[in-house]
């Protein structure tokens, strides 16, 4: 046990030297670099300059809605939720599903610095907007995890970006992590610049659970998570495969949505 005298000199040596550590290295900008009062924050002007998603939102994607628009008639497929356009349009075969921002302005630069730029201390700021986002989809038993990248992609990035956000929202919500529970056996190329036609189809089948791992979902419900959500087809890959694998219900959760109008 440490005296009295001694544990009060132990605090103030690391309250002053934590002092010292601020005045040299003051906690920055996640986004621009200027300075903000806390560490993995962004100032004032890129907080009101990233598009967070709030309000009323589109229960299979979480794109912003009209807060007056009225959900689905009784009846219908989709009966009692709301739901955008494009999802009305399209059918999502999850269960649900939300996201954190915008793809567009400092959210894309964001997203981009974690998956192109190395920065992979965002993932931890990232994982507080995803686990605020994700409130409406959280469950008992639920097993979180990332959409996976192919081999190839993995080796020349060194990391799966889907999987530090799905590691650190785990970590923060309790939920069990499986960041190994989906494969990519397929590479399919970059999905950027085609259309959604297409997209769907370089995704068909590209995505599996192997038996082995299938008996960790079955039955449970299933939390996927990903970086960006454009057309939904990576999602809808992954959706089937939990389904083969006798997963419960389905839901997904993007950290930025590309809209449209956007």
């Not at 079955?218 to 089937?240: E, N, Q, Y």
Request: proline share 7%.
């Amino acid at each position: 046990m440490i005296p009295a005298g001694r544990g009060h000199a132990v605090v103030l040596a690391k309250t002053l030297g934590l002092g010292l550590i601020r005045a040299v290295f003051p906690p920055q900008c996640i986004a621009c670099g200027g300075l903000v009062s806390s560490d993995f924050g962004l100032c004032g002007s890129c907080w009101r300059e990233t598009p967070f998603i709030t309000g009323a939102c589109c229960d299979a994607c979480g794109l912003g809605v009209p807060a007056d628009l009225a959900p689905d008639a009784p009846g219908s497929e989709s009966a009692g939720r709301i739901l955008c356009e494009e999802c009305h349009a399209s059918p999502r075969p999850w269960a649900a599903g939300r996201s954190a921002m915008l793809y567009r302005g400092t959210a894309r630069n964001l997203v981009l610095a974690l998956k192109h730029g190395d920065r992979l201390d965002l993932a931890r700021p990232m994982g507080e907007w995803l686990a605020r986002a994700a409130r409406p989809l959280l469950t008992e038993n639920m097993v979180i995890a990332p959409v996976p990248l192919h081999r190839w992609r993995l080796f020349r990035r060194q990391y799966n970006q889907a999987a530090l956000l799905s590691a650190e929202l785990a970590r923060l919500t309790g939920l069990d992590h499986l960041p190994d529970l989906l494969t990519r056996p397929r590479a399919t190329g970059s999905q950027e610049g085609r259309s959604r036609e297409a997209r769907f189809a370089a995704l068909d089948g590209a995505l599996r659970i192997p038996p082995a791992r299938a008996a960790r979902v079955k039955g449970r419900p299933v939390l996927l998570v990903d970086d960006v959500m454009t057309s939904g087809a990576t999602f809808s890959a992954a959706t089937g495969a939990c389904h083969a694998a006798g997963a419960g219900p389905v839901s997904v959760l993007a950290l930025a949505r590309v809209a449209r109008n956007g």
